[in-house]
């Protein structure tokens, strides 16, 4: 389950220990699932949160003391939300199970198994948002239903929706063709009613075809009846519907007043775009239709490619505008010549192609895929009086039950058009969503691989962001970030690349490259006469490292750097699950002169409390009661009482991620005493700031 911090996961914990609480919230943050965590202190929080704020989670401990599990199953089915319930145990026995169970939870997890709470979480959070999709879905097929409902009854087209056999609805048109003036006319009557009777016999033998599932004829011809008993030539076309929720045949009469073979040629080339001679896009669009509806209901494989002629406008160019059409017309008679009589092939958009080949796995996809580029780059082009060396860029989706949806596999196939494309064409990119994990795992090892070599050869790089102070110190200091150097430029920010690291142990040498190259920095800044303050990142792993305060003893010493300009940021959430590891770490490198910061300071349950068993020199106040600083009065209230918190308590304090002026005067007001931000200015690889 992959949620972004814009969804993160309002989760309400119901624990008496603010500790064990915070242990869950951090498991699940170091899991990379971003937590907004609510912990109610009475009953009667508890039911003001439950009514009156969003809450998608609640974890509820089951244990004596505090707010028992029957009242929070209580207030929650009083509410009326759908909340899942995880009941948390110390212990596990079939009396604490059958009451669990028998109050309505969801889930029972262990305390002291963290990958068990981890996969509840993950599950009912998935069950949760998979419902409300079905909800909002419900919401818009019944939408979408009440307008298709009125766009059937202002057709044209003669329609009726029958169930074994039987009218279920019927539109204007439809009545009107037969001499009915009202539905209750026919409803309930046989289609049969509708046949001439020497076409009654093969008409019966089709419904029961039908109703045994098989597929309906693209168009069937016969005579119909109306009331009055006339006959009249008619042709019919089935389409499997639905109607209220019912299995059913939406059927199309149409009365016959041309020619039948005419008729056929017309739709023929109704469905065929005239510059190439292929299907046209809306044709295309309801086979592909088919095709991923197969894949959902019935497991079918079926692939999909859009393929797009190399440097399009330099050939327009060289052949001229007039002769565009004689391109494509040229590229789609390449194309059938390679796709075979099993591969439907369609003019998508202006110079784009698609082909569509039903029962295909994914050997076969990568097949036709390679054959026709190798096809196209073979081949000299003849258009009209030119000719033209022309290859092709080709997006392909293997279209499976993993990836059932027409917009997905679209998106997935331009996707790999423009990729194509972009690295000079003349190749393919095929996506498989089954082979999206073995995929990954690739990924991972090509990231490890390229950490290490980072590592060994020096590959990352430090930028500089200034602190600026607000109550008149003019001292410089910055923050620094770590950026890995991909070359040609570009640089790739820490996000990408952390979480692989953390689950290949190399966050600690990590640490200890920035941390060294930061001690390096200051000494140089200090050599040339401007004395610098550096704030430096310190992941969870660095706390367990027992040779990291020697190692950074070791760095100071060597570059002449006093502990004072040195300050580490360690996370809150870290601490207060890994707090004796912080409080020796915070002694060995206060013993250097070095001084602790704790960054995303107040997003925690508790976080004052933390100040009792640590005390950092800095509190870097979390970002997300910074943003939309102005129009919000709670984030204004909450800086209010960290800063006055952190003065009693002889802390100073930082803003981060600042964005315009307003925001920086309500920060003054509030007796912070740093900010820094993408406002005031960004991050770079130079220290240049005028702090003066």
């Known amino acids: 389950m992959a949620h972004s911090q814009d969804n993160a996961l309002r ?40 009514g009156n704020q969003v809450v998608d989670l609640i974890m509820a401990a089951q244990q004596p003391g505090g707010i028992p599990l029957a009242d929070v199953m209580q207030h929650v089915g009083n509410s009326g939300k759908d909340l899942p319930v995880i009941a948390i145990a110390d212990t596990l026995d079939e009396a604490s199970f059958t009451e669990a169970c028998a109050a309505g939870v969801r889930k029972i997890a262990l305390r002291h198994r963290a990958p068990q709470i981890l996969a509840a979480v993950r599950e009912e959070w998935s069950d949760l948002e998979a419902r409300r999709a079905t909800r909002r879905l419900e919401a818009r097929v019944r939408e979408t239903e009440r307008r298709c409902d009125a766009l059937i009854e202002s057709s044209r087209d003669p329609i009726a929706y029958v169930h074994e056999g039987m009218h ?26 509708m046949v001439a009777p020497q076409h009654l016999d093969d008409f019966k033998q089709l419904l029961k075809r039908l109703s045994k599932g098989e597929a309906p004829p693209p168009r069937y011809e016969l005579e119909a009846r109306d009331i009055e008993g006339n006959s009249f030539p008619a042709s ?26 005419l008729v056929l040629e017309i739709e023929e080339l109704r469905q065929r775009d005239q510059a190439t001679g292929l299907l046209n896009r809306p044709t295309f669009l309801r086979a592909l239709e088919d095709a991923v509806d197969d894949a959902a209901q019935d497991h079918g494989q079926h692939g999909l490619l859009l393929i797009e002629p190399d440097h399009y406008q330099r050939l327009l160019q060289d052949i001229g505008l007039d002769s565009a059409d004689n391109l494509l017309k040229a590229v789609a008679t390449r194309l059938e010549s390679v796709i075979g009589g099993n591969a439907q092939a369609a003019r998508f958009a202006e110079h784009t192609l698609a082909v569509l080949v039903r029962d295909s796995d994914y050997e076969q996809t990568e097949a036709l895929a390679r054959g026709i580029c190798e096809a196209f ?41 423009q990729s194509s494309i972009g690295v000079g064409g003349n190749r393919f990119e095929l996506f498989d969503p089954s082979a999206v994990d073995r995929a990954e795992e690739e990924h991972i090892r090509a990231w490890v691989a390229r950490l290490r070599d980072a590592l060994d050869n020096e590959s990352f790089v430090l930028h500089y962001q200034p602190v600026i102070n607000l109550q008149g110190d003019t001292g410089a200091v910055y923050e620094s970030f770590l950026r890995l150097n991909a070359g040609d430029g570009e640089l790739v920010k820490p996000l990408t690349f952390l979480q692989i690291a953390e689950e290949n142990g190399l966050l600690s040498e990590i640490d200890r490259y920035v941390i060294g190259h930061t001690i390096e920095v200051i000494g140089q800044r200090m050599q040339s006469g401007h004395p610098t303050t550096l704030l430096a990142k310190v992941s969870q792993d660095s706390l367990d490292d027992d040779d990291l305060p020697q190692f950074i003893a070791q760095q100071l010493s060597q570059h002449g750097v006093p502990g004072e300009y040195l300050v580490l940021q360690l996370p809150e959430a870290k601490v207060f699950t890994h707090l004796k590891a912080a409080q020796q770490f915070a002694s060995a ?60 308590l002889g802390i100073q304090t930082i803003a981060e991620f600042v964005q315009d002026a307003a925001s920086i005067s309500i920060l003054f007001g509030a007796g912070v005493d740093y900010v820094e931000g993408h406002f005031l200015a960004g991050a770079g690889p130079e220290m240049t700031y005028d702090f003066e």
Do not use: W
């Not at 080709?394 to 993993?402: L, S, T």
């Open 168 to 193: 279920i609805r019927a539109n204007s048109a439809y009545l009107e063709m037969f001499g009915h003036e009202e539905f209750e006319d026919i409803e309930g009557m046989s289609l049969l009613d």
């Open 236 to 261: 019919m076309e089935f389409t499997p519907a639905q109607y209220e929720g019912e299995p059913c045949l939406q059927v199309v009469f149409r009365r016959q007043e041309l020619d039948p073979e």
């Open 589 to 648: 490198i206060g013993k250097l002169d070095c001084r602790i910061a704790l960054e995303q300071f107040g997003a925690g349950l508790d976080s004052f409390q933390l100040l009792t068993h640590l005390k950092p020199n800095l509190l870097k106040i979390d970002r997300s009661f910074v943003e939309d600083l102005p129009k919000n009065a709670d984030n204004q209230a909450r800086i209010r009482e960290i800063t006055a918190k952190a003065r009693e």
């Open 377 to 417: 780059a073979a081949d000299v082009f003849s258009i009209g009086a030119r000719s033209a060396a022309v290859t092709a860029s080709i997006g392909a989706v293997q279209i499976g039950e993993k990836i059932a949806s027409v917009s997905q596999v679209l998106a997935k196939a331009s996707q790999g058009v």
């Open 11 to 50: 989760l309400m914990i119901v624990d008496d220990s603010v500790e064990a609480a915070e242990a869950i919230v951090s498991g699940l943050r170091n899991a990379g699932i971003a937590v907004r965590p609510l912990r109610p202190r009475s009953a009667d929080d508890l039911a003001d949160m439950v």
